[in-house]
């Protein structure tokens, strides 16, 4: 099956069309062995939307070779930096221009609003191609003094090759952007596999590949379950490279298949259960606003949620009030409707672990402050739930929800609160709010995590970099530092003067 399918959406009476073959070599093919497809459902209709070509092991390996030979041929150390960000920019102009309708093929697949989506994924993701379209061009190593009268020395940094690129559902045109933008940036070719659960703005984002001008072969896209097409790119032995967004279990699969086969080089972007500490100085009223879009924003589908909150005794009481009314104000409905603020959960398999949890807080003595009621309607939607009288031992506190379930503790000092914080396996955020200007240096230091937010919480910048310390992962996204991932450093070393005698003689 390559075809295309016509996808209603009936809030605005009319399609989207939307190819649902492998892209591979500019092109969407069927399988080469496969007659398997994956169903892409509405999560806020629970509906079956479109069947696309799931992709084999088979498929993988034809995307590889495709990916190497543009490497070798088209794209690599063969097509100027000029010529890169030419590329990319006139690829970041495309989605600008078909915003609106990727927006609204996003909320179809995966349920957030149409402006977040527009406004925020989306925009982001033209920054980001433009950002890295203004590097294309300035990839330098150094010259280095060994010896001026007869050495020197000298660095390239050059395009690690070809590369497996492994994108989730929470935010399928934005992590796709981050993935790609850095690897075409330097000259790597890439097979990308989205997440199966959304893999339609991945498909729809590859027609504007080829309408930009991009060489055969230097994005392909198979969609493909993680256990096939995902297991098969962390394992093939003809790709350089491998960077992954997900789940920390899965992530320690990709490392491991990675090193068997041929030591590949790996960046993993993985979970997290991030902290806010609020200390007595906060803005309580701004404090609660970003602890908010901390839990709330994506539904809490977002690997740096603030999904754990930690309150100085002195304001506690007042805090809670103030984070409960915030909270309320946020609509969870259909992401097409203009007073949406958060849009249903992306599957059934995630309702049900969300709400696994909340039974498991109020059965393990958790108060309920907020939600933490069902819904009997149509769609994977939950409300927020704020959870208060929490110990550090709950599964609610340890362990990584992944939906808008906050925990609320509270701390004596400073050092407690640090202590707090820090007690998890993991270290990809972590948020302080105070008016101390030596307290938030302080913490900031002191918090184990890659990004740190002082009184604000979850934005990025495309020109910082982002990534996880202990089990949240390795190496990092976006800024300069996202090039090195997908860049190896030769060093030269050129004689100019001196002469061997040989035999050595000592």
């Not at 498909?203 to 994005?219: D, H, N, T």
């Not at 808008?404 to 503790?409: E, F, K």
């Not at 070393?493 to 000592?506: A, D, R, T, V």
Request: aromatic letters at 8%; glycine letters at 10%.
């Amino acid at each position: 099956m390559s075809s295309t399918v016509k996808i209603p959406v009936p809030t605005l009476n009319k399609e989207i069309s939307v190819s649902t073959g492998l892209f591979i070599n500019n092109e969407f093919v069927p399988s080469v062995d496969s007659a398997e497809v994956i169903q892409c459902f509405n999560p806020a209709t629970e509906q079956v939307i479109a069947n696309v070509v799931a992709g084999s092991s088979k498929d993988i390996d034809v995307a590889v070779a495709a990916a190497r030979l543009a490497f070798r041929t088209t794209w690599g150390k063969n097509v100027t930096g000029w010529e890169r960000s030419r590329l990319m920019n006139k690829l970041a102009d495309l989605i600008e221009r078909d915003k609106q309708e990727l927006a609204e093929l996003e909320t179809l697949n995966n349920g957030k609003p149409v402006a977040v989506a527009r406004d925020f994924d989306i925009g982001d993701s033209i920054q980001c191609l433009r950002y890295y379209a203004g590097w294309a061009d300035k990839i330098t190593g150094q010259t280095i003094e060994v010896d001026n009268k007869s050495k020197m020395a000298f660095t390239r940094h050059e395009p690690i090759g070809v590369c497996g690129q492994i994108i989730p559902w929470n935010y399928p045109i934005n992590m796709w952007a981050w993935k790609v933008a850095p690897a075409l940036a330097v000259g790597c070719t890439i097979v990308m596999k989205p997440s199966e659960i959304t893999p339609l703005t991945a498909l729809k984002l590859s027609e504007l590949v080829v309408e930009a001008g991009f060489p055969p072969g230097v994005i392909n896209t198979v969609p493909s379950l993680g256990s096939v097409g995902g297991a098969a790119l962390a394992a093939h032995t003809d790709v350089d490279k491998i960077a992954f967004t997900g789940s920390t279990i899965t992530g320690r699969k990709i490392m491991e298949a990675a090193a068997k086969s041929n030591l590949k080089k790996v960046s993993l972007e993985l979970g997290g259960k991030s902290p806010q500490l609020i200390f007595e100085s906060a803005d309580l009223q701004q404090a609660a606003a970003w602890a908010a879009l901390g839990i709330c924003y994506n539904t809490g589908q977002d690997c740096t949620a603030g999904s754990r909150v930690y309150v100085q005794d002195s304001v506690y009481d007042k805090f809670i009030d103030v984070l409960v009314s915030t909270v309320k104000e946020i609509v969870i409905g259909d992401g097409f409707d203009n007073k949406t603020g958060g849009g249903p959960l992306i599957s059934k398999a995630q309702f049900d672990r969300v709400w696994g949890y909340i039974d498991a807080g109020k059965a393990e003595g958790a108060k309920v402050v907020l939600g933490g009621e069902r819904r009997n309607t149509k769609g994977y939607f939950v409300d927020p739930t704020i959870f208060t009288d929490v110990d550090s031992n709950m599964k609610i506190v340890k362990e990584e929800i992944f939906g808008p379930v906050l925990s609320i503790g509270r701390f004596k000092t400073e050092e407690e609160a640090v202590a707090l914080a820090n007690n998890t396996t993991y270290g990809l955020g972590a948020g302080l709010h105070s008016t101390d200007a030596s307290q938030c240096m302080r913490v900031s230091g002191l918090l184990e995590a890659g990004t740190v937010w002082v009184n604000q919480y979850n934005i990025l910048s495309n020109n910082v970099p982002f990534g996880g310390k202990k089990q949240s992962g390795i190496g990092r996204e976006l800024g300069s530092y996202a090039l090195e991932e997908y860049t190896s450093v030769k060093a030269v070393h050129w004689n100019i003067g001196e002469k061997l005698q040989w035999p050595l003689s000592f």
